[in-house]
């Protein structure tokens, strides 16, 4: 599935912050803007920078994942490079993956993270305007 085939995205970036270091607690906040027009807002703590933001992202959305792989390698070189973030994640017996690029590695997990939350809202609303609300009764034929 390509990011066109989902139509609008549920959830969108707003901002990150991060603290990390050797003598701290690594913690983010994250902010998201909803579809619907508003801002939420969320902090957490986690093993390191992109666990906590990850974190915040899931209590957000109310998405809970595991995550299978994450990797991050560089795309360009010199002082500007941009590094892409792969995340690969199941969620009800389904695989999913998104992909980002930024200058900022923690921004561009951010971002794919995030894609792989929209990618399973897609999913669940698609899911609800297919499935029919009950079976119609069955009506007698004649022979």
Same mark, same amino acid.
């Given at each position: 599935?390509?990011? *066109?085939?989902?139509?609008?995205?549920?959830?969108?970036?707003?901002? $990150? =912050?991060? !603290?990390?270091?050797?003598?701290?607690?690594?913690?983010?906040?994250?902010?998201?803007?909803?579809?619907?027009?508003?801002?939420?807002?969320?902090? +957490?703590? *986690?093993?390191?920078?992109?666990?906590?933001?990850?974190?915040? $992202?899931?209590?957000?959305?109310?998405?809970?994942? =595991?995550?299978?792989?994450?990797?991050?390698? +560089?795309? =360009?070189?010199?002082?500007?490079?941009? *590094?892409?973030?792969?995340?690969?994640?199941?969620?009800?017996?389904? =695989?999913?993956?998104? /992909?980002?690029?930024?200058?900022?590695?923690?921004?561009?997990?951010?971002?794919?993270?995030?894609?792989?939350? !929209?990618?399973?809202? +897609? /999913?669940?609303?698609? *899911?609800?305007?297919? /499935?029919?609300?009950? !079976?119609?009764?069955?009506?007698?034929? +004649?022979?």
């Amino acid at each position: 599935i390509s990011a *066109g085939d989902l139509g609008p995205s549920a959830w969108a970036l707003e901002a $990150i =912050t991060c !603290n990390a270091g050797s003598a701290t607690i690594p913690s983010a906040v994250v902010c998201l803007w909803h579809q619907d027009g508003q801002i939420h807002r969320e902090a +957490s703590c *986690g093993d390191g920078p992109v666990d906590a933001v990850f974190k915040a $992202i899931e209590r957000i959305t109310g998405v809970e994942v =595991t995550l299978r792989d994450y990797r991050i390698r +560089s795309v =360009t070189v010199g002082e500007d490079a941009q *590094g892409e973030a792969h995340v690969e994640a199941d969620h009800d017996g389904h =695989t999913i993956s998104g /992909r980002a690029v930024s200058t900022d590695v923690i921004e561009a997990s951010a971002l794919a993270f995030l894609q792989v939350i !929209n990618r399973i809202v +897609s /999913r669940q609303a698609a *899911g609800e305007r297919i /499935r029919p609300t009950q !079976n119609p009764p069955a009506e007698p034929v +004649s022979a």
